[in-house]
């Protein structure tokens, strides 16, 4: 199965389980993997037998900034089941982070990580 990863998608929103991250929100970042069959667009060189990333990427930006949930779970979630909602994508493999988590002491990132499917 062939794919396109897009990587380093940086999006504000306001999803997190404390108050405060709902209300200033913070920065996330989204990797993604889509698979699809580009063998048609490989030989045929026209947009319409792949995937135009733009729409992707600009989905992705939207959920981020436009969602309000309690758990980075339900926005990973969310995201996936929309992407593979796009025209060819048969699976989605996403990489959803919180780069500044606020956890006192903690300078690490979070990050989880899904597969759906159809």
Do not use: N
């Not at 897009?6 to 920065?27: H, K």
């Not at 989204?30 to 490989?42: I, N, Y």
Request: charged share 25%.
């Amino acid at each position: 199965m062939d794919s396109i990863q897009l990587t380093g998608i940086r999006c504000y929103g306001y999803t997190g389980y404390l108050p405060e991250e709902q209300v200033l929100g913070q920065w996330f970042e989204v990797d993604v993997t889509l698979w699809l069959d580009l063998s048609q667009a490989g030989k045929s060189d026209d947009i319409q037998h792949t995937l135009d990333y733009r729409s992707a990427i600009t989905l992705i930006q939207k959920l981020v900034q436009e969602s309000k949930f309690l758990l980075i779970e339900r926005l990973a979630d969310t995201i996936a089941q929309a992407l593979l909602e796009l025209p060819l994508v048969e699976k989605v493999k996403l990489q959803l982070s919180k780069p500044a988590a606020p956890i006192p002491d903690f300078g690490g990132r979070i990050t989880l990580e899904i597969t759906r499917s159809h």
